[in-house]
Nanobody
Framework: EVQLVESGGGLVQPGGSLRLSCTASGFTFDDSDMGWYRQAPGSWCELVATINPDGSTHYAESLEGRVTISRDNAKNTVYLQMSNLKPDDTAVYYC????????????????????????WGKGTLVTISA
């Protein structure tokens, strides 16, 4: 059974930092592109960052400089380090395998299904508030 389990979300004050983790099982993690998406209240799903098996990364322009994606293949885990967090970063953050870059005007679950992605987690809520 394939599983992607996100953790690390929670309530953080503006300006704070947070590290999200996503642990995968049931598929060949080492060979898989991995990505983080987020869905803010009232907004479409946004691709936050991706990382290839060789470690090359891609970031959303709006977040570049404040987020870092990394992976530990020995632990089947992908991370998202976020800093200088803002209230607009409040969202449910999803981990997914084989991320697609094309935009989609819908929820993350709709986006994953539309592009035929096979594996994603249930999400972890990040709330930025004083």
């Amino acid at each position: 059974e394939v599983q992607l389990v996100e953790s690390g979300g929670g309530l953080v004050q503006p300006g704070g930092s947070l590290r999200l983790s996503c642990t995968a099982s049931g598929f060949t993690f080492d060979d898989s592109d991995m990505g983080w998406y987020r869905q803010a209240p009232g907004s479409w799903c946004e691709l936050v960052a991706t990382i290839n098996p060789d470690g090359s990364t891609h970031y959303a322009e709006s977040l570049e400089g404040r987020v870092t994606i990394s992976r530990d293949n020995a632990k089947n885990t992908v991370y998202l380090q976020m800093s200088n967090l803002k209230p607009d970063d409040t969202a449910v953050y999803y981990c997914a395998a084989d991320p697609r870059y094309a935009d989609y005007a819908g929820t993350c679950l709709e986006r994953f299904r539309y592009y035929g992605m096979n594996y994603w987690g249930k999400g972890t809520l990040v709330t930025i508030s004083a």
